[in-house]
């Protein structure tokens, strides 16, 4: 371009030239006849010449001035279309696909985020994570006062509020949570905290459930659910991690559902002594609080030498064998607990209770109820589980009751019943042997 423009510019400059040239010196250039021409061929040539640049001069002039103007133009542009180019080329956030996994196989869909229906509302970017270390439900708002002592308390970083409440969703109880998209998602996994359309179709009214209850409990993306005179389409599945949340709304939402405001903290202590932080926040909240770890640990994990008397004994093992065995063919419903139906840890809580033993409710949480111990060397009655959740890969997902002999027995998802099967491996966590002194110590 800057090339042409120097080439079109000599030409008019040499032309202005000669044809000032005789003007001011009063007489012909110097004509130099080639070699092998008729004598005046050249007197006649450069007269030509002359008339010939004289009318050319203009025309080139305009034409210089219409390419130069025309390159300042394209100038102009170029940073618009380099940022149309830029702006094609950027990826979207990718929109799941449905799910058409077989039975008991995990999506590999890392984050799932139906396309919106709804016209998408701001959500500030995304810019720093936060780990959550406590969940805290009350059955009152928290008011300033309470919050700012929580604030005080030696190990806490950062804190952020939300509603909470049982919601009926499809006819299933569902512990729901109203946020705040732009402040909230920093607590969140990291697939989900970093999935910008999640969050902006959660501002636009939509819902987003978890893994568990998306897959296996019959609410797949895109679906419509109703709430009481309210309808919710399914935007997105993402698993918090918190407590027994298994549903999360943008808080004008929740105001609409009637959740309460402001009873609910989810708090960032990194470094903190976990259960120390706990009790002080349990004497801080109104009476009936509760406080739950968000990524519950073995306390125990470093004993390695059990004594018997720390497990089952075998009369108990069998007795809750016998209770799970006895439920074969019971459909799996989500969020039951028996004794007609059950979802997966609900069948396993429901199983050794009938043995005397206290577990937790939620898979989560049952999977650090007792030590570790090798697929090889599992016995009847310890549990089994897996990371089915791409939405937090680190989340145990699913639990099974090992029978003996490379069998398990489970409540698979929705549609399905509890069965005996062989135990299958793909994302599988880890067996746990049941200590009930430690089961009883999961909160």
């Known amino acids: 371009m800057f090339e042409r423009r120097r080439r079109l510019a000599d030409l008019v400059r040499e032309a202005r030239h000669d044809l000032a040239y005789r003007p001011r010196l009063g007489r012909r250039p110097p004509l130099r006849r080639p070699y092998g021409l008729p004598p005046g061929y050249g007197v006649r040539h450069d007269d030509r010449a002359a008339r010939t640049m004289r009318r050319m001069v203009p025309a080139i002039a305009a034409l210089l001035v219409a390419v130069l103007a025309a390159d300042v133009v394209v100038l102009s542009r170029l940073p618009e279309r380099e940022a149309e180019t830029v702006a094609a080329r950027r990826p979207a956030d990718r929109a799941p696909v449905a799910d058409t996994r077989p039975a008991g196989e995990p999506t590999g869909e890392p984050q799932g985020a139906a396309p919106p229906e709804a016209s998408a509302e701001p959500v500030a970017p995304l810019t720093a994570m936060r780990r959550p270390h406590l969940f805290v439900v009350a059955d009152r708002t928290l008011s300033p006062a309470v919050v700012a002592k929580v604030a005080r308390l030696d190990g806490v970083r950062a804190i952020e ?26 607590y969140t996994p990291r697939p989900t905290a970093r999935s910008d359309r999640l969050w902006r179709n959660l501002a636009a009214g939509e819902i987003a459930v978890s893994f568990v209850l998306g897959n296996d409990g019959g609410m797949p993306l895109g679906k419509t659910v109703t709430a009481p005179g309210h309808a919710l389409r399914v935007g997105a599945y993402a698993t918090m991690g918190m407590g027994q949340v298994d ?77 799970a065995v006895g439920k074969l063919g019971r459909p799996y419903v989500w969020g039951a607990e028996g004794p007609d139906s059950f979802d997966c840890s609900g069948l396993v809580q429901w199983a050794y209770a009938q043995a005397g033993v206290r577990l937790p409710r939620v898979t989560h949480q049952q999977f ?59 994302n599988f966590a880890g067996a746990v042997r049941v200590s009930p002194q430690a089961a009883a110590r999961v909160r």
């Open 161 to 186: 509020r939300a509603d909470a409440a049982e919601v009926v969703l499809d006819g299933k109880r569902v512990q729901t949570l109203g946020v705040d998209p732009s402040t909230f998602r920093a």
């Open 247 to 323: 549903a999360v709304v943008a808080r004008p939402t929740a105001r609409a559902l009637g959740i309460p405001q402001n009873n609910a903290l989810v708090v960032s202590a990194p470094g903190a002594d976990t259960a120390g932080l706990r009790r002080a926040l349990l004497r801080i909240l109104p009476r009936g609080s509760q406080v739950a770890t968000v990524n519950p640990v073995f306390e125990a994990a470093r004993q390695t030498v059990w004594p018997a008397e720390a497990f089952m004994t075998a009369p108990q093992v069998q007795a809750a064998l016998t209770a």
């Open 368 to 426: 650090v109820a007792g030590p570790q111990v090798p697929l090889a060397q599992a016995q009847p009655g310890d549990l089994l589980f897996w990371r089915h959740d791409p939405t937090n890969p680190g989340y145990v997902s699913h639990v099974a009751i090992y029978w003996g002999d490379g069998k398990m027995l489970h409540a698979p998802r929705t549609g399905d019943v509890v069965k005996l099967v062989p135990v299958t491996t793909k």
